[in-house]
Nanobody
């Protein structure tokens, strides 16, 4: 069993920045992929960004050039740096991880990000 705990969400003005963190209860050295997803009210949960074991990254077109996903294996923590935030980035952001040898993937409880003036 793995627990993922997100933090760093909040209220920010358009154009501002936030950094989300996701602390894992198990070493993330043994993940083959981790990612961030988001869900706005009344909408489906969408991919934001993923990072693989070899640090290859993938981003949704809507966040390319503004968001950066990274991982610190020593701290067992996944990050999402979000710059130039827009109102349409408002959503609950979820951390997700896939560990080698596990049948199931794991999700955090989510952290709210609100972009508003």
């Amino acid at each position: 069993q793995v627990q993922l705990v997100e933090s760093g969400g909040g209220l920010v003005q358009p154009g501002g920045s936030l950094r989300l963190s996701c602390a894992a209860s198990r070493s993330i050295d043994s993940t083959y992929r981790m990612g961030w997803y988001r869900q706005a009210p009344g909408k489906q949960r969408d991919l934001v960004a993923t990072i693989t074991a070899d640090d290859s990254t993938n981003y949704a077109d809507s966040v390319k050039g503004r968001f950066t996903i990274s991982r610190d294996n020593a701290k067992n923590t996944l990050y999402l740096q979000m710059n130039s935030l827009k109102p349409e980035d408002t959503a609950v952001y979820y951390c997700q991880g896939d560990w080698y040898g596990d049948v199931y993937d794991y999700w955090g409880q989510g952290t709210q990000v609100t972009v508003s003036s």
